[in-house]
Nanobody
Framework: QVQLVESGGGSVQPGGSLRLSCSTSGWTLGYYAIGWFRQAPGKTREGVSCITSSGGSSMFIDSVKGRFTISRDNAKNTVYLQMNSLKPEDTAVYYC??????????WGKGTQVTVSS
């Protein structure tokens, strides 16, 4: 059974930083494009960032551009989401998503990010 595990969430003040990690268990991360999604209380889940399987291309939603960075280390089966200049509106549960060449998706259980004074 394939697994995705998120880590690195926590509580920070506005302007602070967190680094989220998404790691695989039982399969090779390099075969998959990876996306980060988040779901805030009372809101639908939205895509935040994604990166190709090779790491050669990435995308971000406008609200996080210039603040978030996505990267991957396929040798470590890990994708990172560096979140800087965090805002209260970034508060959400962040989920890692892996999609294979056939469009099959796998999800982690999420990690909580809370940004407040």
């Amino acid at each position: 059974q394939v697994q995705l595990v998120e880590s690195g969430g926590g509580s920070v003040q506005p302007g602070g930083s967190l680094r989220l990690s998404c790691s695989t268990s039982g399969w090779t991360l390099g075969y998959y494009a990876i996306g980060w999604f988040r779901q805030a209380p009372g809101k639908t889940r939205e895509g935040v960032s994604c990166i190709t399987s090779s790491g050669g291309s990435s995308m971000f939603i406008d609200s996080v551009k210039g603040r978030f960075t996505i990267s991957r280390d396929n040798a470590k089966n890990t994708v990172y989401l560096q979140m800087n200049s965090l805002k209260p509106e970034d508060t959400a549960v962040y989920y890692c998503n892996a999609r294979d060449v056939y469009g099959i998706e796998y999800w982690g259980k999420g990690t909580q990010v809370t940004v407040s004074s």
